[in-house]
């Protein structure tokens, strides 16, 4: 069988699927390996490292015609959909929840998609898989890191001849997978770390990495399922909103990465919060989509400067800024997944198991995802309105 690494064409997108550490892995198990040339370029992994890794380097054209299996980090835009034939199958974070219409055209040309992002994340033996979490781990770390640089003053306690630098008060909202790494990197820094999280769970999570849990009075328990948070009601949104600005306005640094699956993001600094800030204060907004952000006045992917002196930064795909790191996790991640579905040499899709099940969008030409096909068909007559992903 064999597997094709395609150069991803998202803007700014810098990841590559696969690492030429990682090819003998996939060499090992009977797969013939097949790369883009430039495909790990900008990911400092030029095409001599896959060459003697043991892949074969090709042009575009030829990945496309010969490989049986693409592997690659974020979806095929519309032309490369084109590109892909009955039969081939396409593993990535292909985000079938927010864009089911690339699943859908797959579907009809064929194509076996396998998403990433759909994992059932819970399942210890997943873990290996699980790309929403390595990549999340990467953005956590360079939000810190992006904030220390916009930051005009030091982040630990220095004595010096020329005077005391005061640590900085930095605040992490969100403590999933990305808060957690936040935590951990900033108080590396020597920062003084405090967190919030609507799951209770986390706060001894956040305690045992060196930050202080923010308990706010006004918002209960908001676990959800699965691990996720819930929505909070309008009432509770409303009540923590409040709350969070007396903290946030003695902060010099806020990194947000509060996210409900398939919701807006929660919005948690109000324009408010942020014109009690301090001048020099940043705000880094993970969350930040089109869909919004945690913060009220970030814009995606564009750094803002208020009229007080606070820079919001909503950087659009931090993993893609650490190239290098986040393709050697991620390329783990698709790795491992491969192997699950691969059996004597080739795909064998037993939708039995649950982490093939979870992660085959279309198949045989069908969007077999349960999720994807509702978002794709109409509300039944009289309906108020369609489903929301
Ligand atoms: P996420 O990206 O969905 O959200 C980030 C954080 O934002 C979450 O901790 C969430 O509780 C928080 N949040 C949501 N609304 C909020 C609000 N209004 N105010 C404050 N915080 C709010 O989360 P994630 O990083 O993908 O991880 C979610 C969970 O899944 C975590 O519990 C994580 O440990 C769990 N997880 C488990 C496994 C596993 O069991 N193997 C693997 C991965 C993730």
Do not use: C
């Amino acid at each position: 069988m064999k597997v094709g690494v395609v150069k991803e064409t998202a803007p700014n997108e810098r990841r590559v699927a696969l690492v030429p550490e990682l090819v003998g892995k996939l060499s090992a198990a009977g797969l013939d390996v097949l790369v883009e040339s430039g495909a790990g370029t900008s990911a400092w992994a030029p095409d001599s490292a896959y060459t003697e890794a043991g892949a074969t380097v090709v042009a575009r054209d030829e990945v496309y015609a010969q490989s049986d299996v693409i592997l690659r980090v974020q979806k095929p835009s519309a032309e490369e959909v084109g590109a892909l034939r009955q039969g081939q199958a396409v593993i990535g974070l292909l985000g079938p929840l927010t864009d089911p219409q690339t699943a859908k055209t797959m579907a009809e040309r064929g194509v076996t998609a396998i998403s990433l992002d759909m994992l059932p994340r819970t399942l210890s033996r997943a873990q290996t898989m699980d790309a929403l979490s390595s990549q999340a781990n990467v953005g956590g770390y360079k939000a810190v890191i992006t904030a220390a640089d916009a930051y005009g003053r030091y982040f630990p306690l220095l004595t010096t001849a020329a005077g005391t630098a005061r640590p900085a008060n930095v605040l992490i909202l969100g403590i999933g997978v990305a808060g957690l790494q936040a935590i951990g990197t900033a108080r590396r820094l020597g920062a003084v770390v405090r967190a919030y999280d609507v799951r209770a769970e986390t706060k001894e999570q956040a305690e045992s990495l060196g930050a202080q849990f923010l308990v706010l009075k006004s918002v209960a328990d908001a676990s959800g399922t699965g691990g996720y948070a819930r929505e909070l009601t309008a009432e509770e949104r409303e009540a923590q909103q409040q709350e969070l600005n007396d903290h946030i306005a003695g902060m010099d640094i806020v990194i947000t990465t509060a996210q409900v699956p398939g919701r807006r993001p929660p919005v948690l600094v109000t324009a408010k919060a942020v014109a009690g800030m301090k001048p020099g204060s940043v705000l880094v907004d993970m969350a930040a989509s089109a869909l919004g952000g945690n913060v009220e006045l970030s814009k995606a992917g564009e750094t803002v400067v208020t009229d007080n002196g606070v820079t919001i930064i909503a950087p659009d795909n931090l993993p893609a800024t650490m190239p290098a790191g986040a393709s050697s996790f991620y390329g783990r991640n698709i790795s491992a997944l491969l192997l699950h579905l691969v059996k004597d040499g080739s795909l064998r899709l037993d939708t039995s198991d649950e982490i093939t099940a979870g992660t085959l969008i279309t198949h045989e030409g069908k969007v077999v995802h349960e999720a994807t096909a509702k978002l794709l068909s109409p509300p039944p007559a009289g309906a108020p309105g369609g489903t929301s992903a």
